[in-house]
């Protein structure tokens, strides 16, 4: 788990360099233009503007969370626990449009699924040194689903996990067998790094 610490490490202060700046890649660029079909108005003179292809976009987003909540069971009632951690996410997604320089949501492709890594570096329970998580996640617009599985390597606990989120805020359920179920609220603070190109 250390290990994966010091990889999300770097790749978290990488995203935050970056200036939250996308890259274009010149593949395809600057449009979808079909030699065979003749003009749409192919009595008027001048140069027809071709298509929009929309854009691929390939995004590193790496930062911190922090929240808390409740937990019940692992042989103890009720009681309040915090989560406190880091998290590297990889997402493959694609915008209809071509983005501008002044777009909303300049930073992020439209729709896209993705995988989330990450460490919950600080919790009140547990003797271990925090539990990592891998998760698959589904991304629309300024929200999406993630669901996968949460270890401690330390205490010998696992089991599922599952995320909802919306623009930083994030709600969390994990279920960690002998250790007991979790329901967290919190928030997020991730720096992208992109790589846009062309459909």
């Not at 930062?63 to 406190?84: A, C, D, I, L, T």
Request: charged fraction near 20%.
């Amino acid at each position: 788990m250390r290990a994966l610490a010091l990889a999300l490490l770097p790749l978290c202060v990488l995203a935050a360099a970056s200036g939250c700046r996308p890259f274009h890649l010149q593949r395809n660029a600057p449009g979808r233009v079909d030699v065979r079909t003749p003009p749409r108005a192919i009595k008027k003179r001048g140069v027809e503007v071709p298509d929009d292809p929309g854009e691929n976009w390939f995004t590193l987003s790496g930062g911190g969370f922090v929240g808390g909540g409740g937990r019940w069971g692992g042989g103890r009632g009720g009681r309040g626990v915090y989560g406190v951690g880091l998290e590297l996410t990889a997402q493959i997604g694609r915008r209809k449009r071509s983005h501008n320089a002044d777009d909303f949501l300049l930073f992020f492709p439209f729709e896209a699924i993705g995988l989330n890594v990450g460490w919950t570096l600080a919790e009140p329970e547990g003797g271990g040194i925090g539990a990592g998580y891998v998760e698959l996640q589904v991304f629309y617009l300024l929200g999406g689903l993630a669901a996968g599985y949460a270890f401690d390597p330390g205490d010998g606990v696992h089991g599922p996990q599952f995320t909802a989120y919306f623009g930083p805020i994030y709600v969390r359920v994990v279920h960690l067998f002998d250790r007991g179920t979790d329901l967290q609220a919190g928030l997020f603070v991730k720096w992208p790094l992109s790589w846009v190109w062309s459909r």
